[in-house]
């Protein structure tokens, strides 16, 4: 499955892409003994962020690749690839949507082509 990066702020942006390798939610104890050399958050920050039971959703991925042309929120929202919700959450994409942009973020290189 694809994942978008995308850096929030101002001057948000999708940055790049990857795939995802797995997907599962644990408990932080569990997170650091199977994950401690990927991980990228501190075990006090995975503390901080955990659920009510102590668990938190964890992915890893492969494959990073920039967008040689970032894409910024106003176009993504443009191509329908940002919903109403004005949070930091997943959001799902479509195939057309995922193909609006890479082609957004690969100008010239990822043309559509009519069926």
């Known amino acids: ?9 101002k001057g948000g ?5 990857a795939r995802l390798t797995s997907s599962a939610v644990l408990p932080v104890k569990e997170v650091i003994r199977q994950y401690e050399r990927q ?6 920050r995975l503390g901080e962020i955990g659920d009510k039971r102590g668990h938190v959703h964890v ?12 894409v910024a929120y106003r176009e993504l ?3 329908g690839c940002v919903n109403s919700a004005n949070y930091i959450t997943v959001t799902p994409l479509g195939a057309d949507q995922l193909r609006s942009l890479m082609a957004a ?11």
Do not use: W
């Open 1 to 9: 499955m694809p994942l978008i990066f995308y850096v929030s702020g």
């Open 13 to 17: 942006r999708a940055i790049g892409h």
């Open 39 to 44: 991980g990228v958050l501190s075990i006090a």
């Open 59 to 70: 992915f890893t991925f492969d494959n990073f690749t920039r967008f040689p042309r970032p």
């Open 77 to 79: 929202k443009r191509l």
């Open 105 to 115: 973020g690969y100008p010239g290189e990822c043309e559509q082509q009519d069926e």
